[in-house]
């Protein structure tokens, strides 16, 4: 037999309301096990309950007051207790009795008189069954906690390279890592305004909403692969410049793909991470980069990070430009409705644009950089 409680005999708890039953039976195990005894069904309950549990109740099923039929149904009703197995001592011999009390969740019967071999033999084999049902618990515990702690560090690490791939982008281009909190926080915004819209709800559930969340910060992730003249340069860009610059959008998209085929698996968020670095810079009317999409043929994902992250362009200050008013950034972000943005996200974000400005100043730049001439800023805000 496999012991329930290492290095110590498994407890049997006999409950009869008669003395001798439980003389008989007390002398029966307890060469073999540790014994305890109630002659009623209270008590049999606290003793259940106790710290010291049984491994094993034989349980009368005749007893005045509370009905051994009652004290199995509440020992199974409570998450303490249900799993200690009941044997039921009975000189009932119906067949409806014997089910019902199966059905109450008791292991086996055993009818009064007792034969001692067979009270041994099947109280034997049902701790046998118990120790064999609790260590397979006990391993079910401890691999779901390990499960769930390698879980836990897995995504801790995703989300700290997120951040430090993400920061690596934004300080190259001067800026500091609040710009990626910032527009974080808008898709979430964002996201959760429109999640039961009837053109985005299927595509919003929980799940997405958090991928959204953590892929966000990738958006300018392709600004590594920028030269520094490029990147970096204070006046104006000239067209081919420019066209360089706008290249950032696919170098990120490659990039993540290329770490996608290196793991040799689809990961979630990594798709919603492509999708925003690639077509963030698309526009609702077709005008923007890299394919010149239109309207819901543009992810999702990268029209409410355009949303984003123009707000962010406009109200944060650069090298090449002041930061604009919140008010006037709103009003250009609404003249822009229809024509850069997605009309409908649009309309949510001007319904949430004061949780917009409350981000901005949560997660203010302390020291903006100096600003440049006049003559760069149209151009360079915009790439």
């Known amino acids: 037999m496999i012991p329930a409680k290492f290095g110590e005999k498994p407890t049997v708890l006999i409950v009869d309301d008669t003395p001798d039953n439980l003389t008989i039976l007390a002398d029966l195990l307890k060469i073999l096990y540790r014994v305890k005894a109630a002659r009623d069904g209270a008590k049999a309950l606290q003793i259940a309950a106790s710290d010291d549990k049984?491994?094993?109740?034989?349980?009368?099923?005749?007893?005045?007051?509370?009905?051994?039929?009652?004290?199995?149904?509440?020992?199974?009703?409570?998450?303490?207790?249900?799993?200690?197995?009941?044997?039921?001592?009975?000189?009932?011999?119906?067949?409806?009795?014997?089910?019902?009390?199966?059905?109450l969740g008791a292991v086996d019967y055993i009818t009064k008189p007792i034969n001692p071999p067979t009270v041994l033999l099947r109280v034997d084999n049902h701790l046998k069954l118990k120790a064999a049902s609790d260590f397979l618990r006990d391993q079910n515990g401890f691999l779901e906690r390990e499960v769930a702690r390698r879980t836990q560090?897995?995504?801790?690490?995703?989300?700290?390279?997120?951040?430090?791939?993400?920061?690596?982008?934004?300080?190259?281009?001067?800026?500091?890592?609040?710009?990626?909190?910032?527009?974080?926080?808008?898709?979430?915004?964002?996201?959760?305004?429109?999640?039961?819209?009837?053109?985005?709800?299927?595509?919003?559930?929980s799940y997405t909403r958090?991928?959204?969340?953590?892929?966000?910060?990738?958006?300018?992730?392709?600004?590594?692969?920028?030269p520094d003249s490029i990147l970096l340069k204070p006046g104006r860009l000239t067209a081919e410049e420019f066209e360089v610059m706008k290249t950032h959008t696919t170098l990120g998209r490659d990039a993540l793909q290329r770490a996608e085929d290196g793991l040799g698996i689809e990961v979630p968020f990594l798709r919603l991470a492509k999708e925003i670095a690639y077509s963030h810079q698309e526009k609702w009317d077709g005008s923007g980069y890299p394919e010149g999409k239109a309207g819901e043929d543009i992810p999702l994902s990268a029209r409410l990070m355009a949303v984003a992250d123009v707000y962010d362009a406009l109200t944060s200050q650069r090298v090449y430009k002041p930061g604009m008013p919140h008010e006037d950034a709103v009003a250009l972000i609404s003249e822009q409705r229809g024509r850069h943005f997605d009309p409908d996200l649009v309309d949510a974000f001007l319904a949430i644009q004061e949780e917009f400005a409350a981000i901005a100043r949560r997660y203010t730049d302390a020291a903006p950089p100096p600003l440049q001439p006049e003559s760069a800023r149209a151009q360079n805000a915009s790439a």
């Open 54 to 103: 049984p491994d094993l109740i034989l349980l009368d099923v005749m007893m005045p007051g509370m009905s051994g039929f009652e004290v199995c149904r509440q020992l199974k009703a409570q998450p303490e207790t249900r799993d200690i197995p009941v044997i039921f001592l009975t000189t009932l011999g119906a067949a409806e009795d014997e089910l019902r009390g199966l059905e």
């Open 153 to 205: 560090e897995v995504v801790a690490i995703q989300d700290v390279t997120i951040q430090a791939l993400a920061s690596l982008a934004e300080t190259r281009d001067n800026e500091t890592g609040n710009h990626i909190r910032r527009t974080q926080f808008y898709v979430q915004l964002l996201a959760e305004q429109v999640k039961e819209h009837p053109r985005f709800a299927a595509e919003l559930d």
């Open 210 to 226: 958090n991928l959204l969340f953590k892929s966000a910060p990738l958006h300018d992730i392709g600004k590594i692969g920028i």
